[in-house]
């Protein structure tokens, strides 16, 4: 694999990696600071457009891992058990998602989460 295709491919990566940390370490303590009313008007106009950039980067981090694993599958080269492990915890963060963060984000959007007594 050249380098410049190697170089992107660690970068892309990379800003997923960096997304997450963001979305953890800024973004969600952030939220947390809100009132429900506040929250729930952010995501009304945000949320689609936060929800489509991290399906746009997971999707794009598990193909790259996957490319990486066939690559290196193919050329018998040693990094395949490394290549391999991080497709499967790219994979992973789709299933996590798909099992607790889907129904979670919905309920955001149907403001089904909102305090009884607002």
């Known amino acids: 694999m050249n ?11 990379a800003l997923f990696l ?7 370490c800024l973004l969600v303590p952030y939220w947390q600071s ?49 290549a391999l492990t991080s497709t499967v915890f790219s994979a992973l963060v789709i299933l996590l998602f798909y099992i607790y963060f889907k129904g979670v984000n919905q309920s955001y959007f149907q403001e089904a989460l909102k305090p009884s007594y607002m």
């Open 18 to 24: 960096g997304s997450q940390i963001t979305e953890g």
């Open 34 to 82: 809100l009132s429900a009313n506040e929250f729930y008007s952010f995501y009304e106009d945000l949320g689609p457009a936060i929800n489509q950039f991290y399906t746009v980067l997971t999707i794009m981090a598990v193909l790259i891992t996957l490319g990486v694993s066939v690559y290196c599958l193919f050329r018998k080269r040693k990094a395949f058990k490394y």
């Open 3 to 13: 380098r410049v295709l190697s170089f992107t491919l660690v970068a892309l990566y």
